[in-house]
């Protein structure tokens, strides 16, 4: 079956770094999105993962290993804009996105 | 317009109505889809629509019926709606080549009442 893996709910401080960790199981894989929501708004891309590393993108970073079907997403320097759901999808045989119920982060000042 | 457009944002209907979901998307992409989501779960894949052929259907009930007449427009014709079918449903649109990366319209909250 197919299957997505995250944290439901994480808490960091503003300014501080949090890593939102995923763990994926899949029919075929070609590839890994992050998507940040933000309540009762569409989600948005923020990073995709084809090959195994890590990908920078200004304060976000998200990390690849396909061999162990798991994946990360880091984010510095945490601002109070940055509370929303962080969703892992990964691409599966059909190109179809797989999704979890994702994870939602709570910064506090 | 830019993106991908839904409207109308907030629809109210009782169980028998009918009504539609518009979805357009301004990107040029040839895949279109609509999600169901409902409070504190994953987004259901309700329909795809590939070069305006439906390519996938997921188990979803016959009270929705999709439309696909270009590949720029999507619409999600309901009736005889449950209020269990209240949700925020989602459009979104992509390229058929990699990185296959979907962009979402700003959804429609649907209450079923």
């Known amino acids: 079956g197919q299957n997505i893996d995250q944290p439901t709910e994480m808490t960091a401080t503003e300014g501080a770094i949090v890593q939102i960790n995923c763990t994926y199981q899949?029919?075929?894989?070609?590839?890994l999105f992050w998507y940040q929501q933000h309540a009762g708004e569409a989600p948005t891309f923020l990073s995709y993962?084809?090959l195994d590393g890590l990908e920078e993108k200004g304060r976000f970073s998200s990390f690849l290993s396909r061999s162990k079907g798991y994946s990360y997403l880091l984010l510095k320097e945490l601002q109070m804009k940055d509370s929303a759901s962080y969703l892992c999808?990964?691409?599966?045989?059909?190109?179809?996105?797989?999704w979890g119920a994702g994870t939602k982060l709570i910064i506090k000042p | 317009e830019t993106g991908v457009t839904q409207t109308p944002r907030h629809l109210v209907m009782g169980m028998t109505n009918k009504k539609s979901l518009k979805c357009e998307q301004h990107?040029?992409?040839?895949?279109m889809y609509w999600y169901k989501q409902s409070a504190k779960k994953p987004l259901e894949l309700m329909f795809v629509?590939?070069?305006?052929?439906?390519?996938e259907n997921n188990s979803v009930p016959s009270r929705f019926s999709p439309e696909c007449p270009n590949s720029s427009h999507l619409f999600l014709h309901l009736h005889t709606l449950q209020p269990e079918d209240s949700a925020l449903y989602l459009c979104?649109?992509?390229?058929?080549?990699?990185?296959?990366?979907?962009?979402f319209g700003p959804g429609t909250r649907l209450t079923v009442t």
């Open positions: 979104a649109s992509s390229q058929q080549r990699e990185p296959h990366e979907q962009y």
């Open positions: 990107l040029g992409h040839n895949a």
């Open positions: 629509y590939n070069f305006k052929e439906q390519t």
């Open positions: 899949t029919s075929g894989f070609n590839g």
């Open positions: 993962n084809v």
């Open positions: 999808a990964p691409l599966d045989s059909n190109y179809q996105l797989i």
